[in-house]
């Protein structure tokens, strides 16, 4: 498909050119950089006019979306510029955003964007001399890197060498069948009796469904139908989606939950998107979930399945119990697989990648499957659903698939809790579990956050601190 | 009965002949662990085993995108390009029979009525090569929807298998056509090896244990417009598409401009029932609020009101990916008998 950019228009090259000039997108903050470059100018500083800037009230205001549709529109680069740390206008806000920009810094590349394309600033009011150097160097990178062609025109997707590390046999055997029948037996008697004594309104659990030995969320409502519950690893889905529903409802609700999927809990409890009152955690102690082969899924090989402290309940073979009890005898674990496959991915060349990614999201078919699944994907109204005006192209190309997925993955940065359950109902295989664990890995190496952990703590792109990391920022 | 006998090696040498003769041969394809239609232009890559694509070839002659038409916008005017099929003659082979049918259901929603022109166009460069099942999956449905294993609805030529081989016989002109070279070198499939082949079909007919779905139903599904079944079903429903995408006779699409004020390309591209946006008005009211009358509508177009508009055919045709791929098993088939048996609304809300 031609490709129609905002960009692609100011692109244009003049008339008799000498040579190619790469067109960078410059997102400003008006109080500092926006100022500085200003001063450049009335200072009769000389820089490349390459720049084509976008005035912000701050840099804390800068979706990374702006960044992503500036390179969807054909910007050649993208230069990121506000305040020192210290100075900002909002007293904060570029250092809320330097922890975004390095997450979003760490997706990028990891999809196969040249670094040089991307580059970020602090220039002050004062600083003309500053931004003209910013800006000759940004141009040097991005003319080094050449004219963008990663966006839009991916044609028909190369299939690279890409062999991802092979997943090692799982750390445990299947679970046993007898234990699966006693935790669901426990959990029928548990459910029967919050709904009876009116503690809660509704058990949201497993049951069976049409297809041999598949689980289903099921709505237990009343104390007969708690034996419909039933649990075995095959109850993959993370129930913690359906807890935003209730947000604005007095019902109190019961929710059966795995490990992973209490790290989504935490999630909503930090963002308030749930009232810890109104939901009465069930922890199961979990042997691992089958992924959609029925092998050992990738999330489980590091996890112990014990229940987590947040919850009310402990069920396990033996019994259900009051509060959380984790049963000590923590069962095997290893490496997380994911770890070794996104460091081998970024390992790679970006140029191989990229073709990895544009190979994988050229069979997305924007079904937002991954969207609908996800516990954190709560917004009422989704970016993609944003059409005045249209922010993710509905186009299923190239160049909308890539804008989607990319988005999607920035937008759980900090957030995710790794349940995979993207990936696991993703009809294409995309995978999603790996672009979300790359940024997770690099929120916790530089921020030294964990995800789901506890609830009484900021999430840590909404948060800063004042020594973070910025080596990658001019 | 017409029709011939081809062992591998010989569908192989047939598939070669298209290939060299320059036909487009969209074909199932193991990739990476998933089964997906692609173009093939090696034989060997065609995967022929039981089972099914992920999703259907609907994408072959419904693109997931299209452009509908170009315009520029300069100093003297609006120019204004039609979009242009660049499509060649294609070949859909080793459609499975619900698949094949489902492309039947397209044509009568694309050209049924008022005639789509881009999909006629691809529609008349395809030939599809339908290829009758060994066995069925567990969430096969085909024969509780009037379809069968080996059935012959939206299939130009049937390839049934038998024993190591295959049998081939052409169902219209246009598979006349494409099995033309094979009257001068393959060998003639006898009475009793068709017999025999059918009987087969027979079997995995019955192993498909689902009782029917009566047409006689699209009245009393209607009547439940205002059932609380949908609610109770509804909840559950998380509202992604993936049953619609993956669909081999769901239709629906969206328009949208892809492209600047001075220039660009208008653009379909499939949008869904289950999608909160896909019925919000400019206005914000939305008509279908809740993902209970978003997950009805999905129910009672397949099952209610396409039957009622086009010859008391389904607009489903037991696939079962729908039921296999939900994020949370939702089964279509459950849904229907759920509507049928639950007491009934008073049936005259507007739909």
Known sequence: MPEHGDAAAVAQPAVGAREWQ????????????????????????????????????????????????????????????????????????????????????????????????????????SEGVKWSQVVAEATAAVREAGPFQGWGTLGEPRRPAVRLPEVPAPPRGAPRIEDQQAVAAHLQRLAATLLDEGQVSVVIGYAAGSLDGQMVPTFVERSEDASKLAWSDRCVNNLAVYLPAFRRQEAKVALVVKKCDARAVVGLLQE?????????????????????????????????????????????????????????????VTDDPRDAQVTYLA????????????????????????????????????????????????????????????????????????CDECARVCPADVRLDLLNHRVAMEVEQRFGYRTGEDPSVAPPLDTFRPDDPQEFIR | MTGWRLSGAELTRWLEDLLRGGTRVIAPVDEDGRRVFKAVDDPARVCLASGKTRWSPKEFVFPKTEALFSYAVQADGVTLRAASVDAAEQVLFGVRPCDAAGLARLDATFLGGEIDPLYARRRDLTTVVSLGCAEAEPECFCTAVGGSPGGEEGSDLQLLPAGEGWLVRPLTPKGERLAASLSTWAAKASDEEWEQARASVRRVEESIRHSAVAREWASILEASFDSPVWEALGRRCLGCSICTYVCPSCSCFDVNDNG??????????????TFALFTRQASGHNPRPTQASRYRQRVLHKFAYYPQRYEGRFMCVGCGRCVAMCPVGMDIQEAVRMAVEAPRGSGDAGR
Request: with cysteine; glycine share 8%; charged share 20%.
């Open chain 1, 22 to 125: 790469p067109v960078i997108a410059a997102v400003l903050c008006h109080w500092c950089t926006y100022a500085g470059a200003d001063m450049a100018g009335t200072t009769r500083r000389v820089y490349p006019a390459t720049v084509r800037p976008l005035r912000v009230p701050c840099t804390g205001r800068i979706d990374p979306l702006l960044i992503v549709k500036a390179f969807e529109s054909g910007a050649d680069g993208v230069l990121v510029s506000g305040c020192h740390p210290g100075d900002c206008h909002y007293v904060q806000g570029n250092m809320v955003a330097r922890r975004r920009f390095t997450a979003l810094r760490a997706l990028m590349e990891f999809v196969g964007l040249d670094p040089r394309r991307l580059h970020f600033a602090w220039v002050s009011a």
């Open chain 1, 272 to 332: 308030a998107q749930v009232s810890r009152k109104r939901v009465v955690l069930i922890g199961v102690s979990c042997p691992g979930v089958a992924d959609n082969k029925g092998t050992l899924a990738l999330k489980c090989y590091a996890c112990d399945g014990e229940v987590p402290s947040l919850c009310d309940w402990t069920v396990t073979p033996a019994g259900a119990q009051q509060g959380a009890h984790p049963s000590g005898a923590a069962r095997a």
């Open chain 1, 347 to 418: 390992s790679l060349p970006p140029e191989d990648r990229r073709a990895y990614w544009q190979a994988q999201f050229a069979e997305c078919l924007r079904c937002y499957g991954c969207r609908a699944v996800c516990p954190m994907c709560y917004c009422a109204v989704c970016v993609a659903e944003q059409n005045r005006p249209q922010w993710v192209p509905t186009t299923i190309d190239a160049k909308g698939n890539l804008t989607w997925n990319v988005t999607r993955a920035i937008h759980l940065a900090g957030r995710c809790g790794g």
């Open chain 2, 260 to 273: 600047t004020a001075s220039c660009g390309e208008r653009c379909r591209s499939w949008d869904s029932c």
